[in-house]
């Protein structure tokens, strides 16, 4: 079946530092593919996303390029802020409907 | 509100008590989804509704999960003889469209202990 994977966090960062969040996908077909975001104590709010291969999704500084060769969305920011301390999932469709499959998330530190 | 609400946002349920999870989605969207998000996990998908129509609940995981939408808006999870493993967050979510295009907007989610 459909399945996300992400890199395991957290992952701890400096102010100013660029980052990576790797996420790899199975699927049958190309689904579009969705970054969502989980501030502490709120609910996930979508980030960014990508509907075909080759697409590049970007919001907020961050961006991911959807890898259709390597079935990979890795998540992107030049120059990351205190206020980007949260938990990244990358998510994606199943072939009918959209309800989303999550990957176990992320959860990034940024410290001044 | 403008946004999907959940309520209450924190509930404490001894070991074999009821719960009722409330869910009040964003006006007018026809999709609505339950998740369960235990502590460091990405969410699982619990259940689906289309109007009042629930089309897919393979993802509960027990029939002491209930959830319902009678008249395709408001919808309740309820948990029957609560067990600790059922502790975690439970999130609402709705989406105007059934597509894959349609995104999903959340709730803040109601964080379930069970003692």
């Known amino acids: 079946g459909d399945s996300v994977t992400q890199m395991e966090g957290p992952v701890t960062l400096s102010e100013e530092a660029f980052l990576t969040i790797n996420c790899t996908y199975t699927a049958t077909g190309y689904p579009s593919l969705f970054w969502y975001v989980q501030y502490p104590g709120e609910g996930l709010q979508l980030l960014l996303k990508?509907?075909?291969?080759?697409d590049k999704g970007s919001n907020k500084g961050f961006e991911a390029t959807y890898r259709k060769e390597t079935t990979s969305f890795h998540l992107e920011k030049g120059s990351v802020q205190v206020s980007d301390s949260a938990v990244y999932f990358c998510?994606?469709?199943?072939?009918?409907?959209?309800?989303?499959?999550f990957g176990g998330g992320t959860r990034l530190m940024v410290k001044p | 509100g403008a946004g999907v609400s959940q309520s209450p946002r924190y509930k404490v349920a001894k070991r074999g008590q009821d719960v009722a999870l409330r869910c009040d989605p964003i006006s007018g969207h026809v999709s609505l989804f339950w998740y369960q998000q235990a502590l460091g996990q990405g969410p699982e998908f619990l259940t689906y509704?289309?109007?009042?129509?629930?089309?897919?609940k393979s993802g509960l995981p027990s029939d002491r999960f209930f959830a319902e939408r009678p008249e395709g808006s408001v919808s309740t999870l309820k948990i029957q003889r609560t067990q600790q493993e059922d502790s975690a967050v439970y999130l609402c979510?709705?989406?105007?469209?059934?597509?894959?295009?349609?995104?999903?907007?959340f709730g803040n989610g109601t964080r379930l202990t069970v003692t």
């Open positions: 998510a994606l469709p199943p072939t009918a409907g959209n309800m989303l499959t």
């Open positions: 509704f289309q109007n009042e129509a629930q089309l897919d």
């Open positions: 990508a509907t075909k291969a080759d």
């Open positions: 979510a709705s989406s105007l469209g059934q597509g894959k295009n349609s995104p999903l907007h």
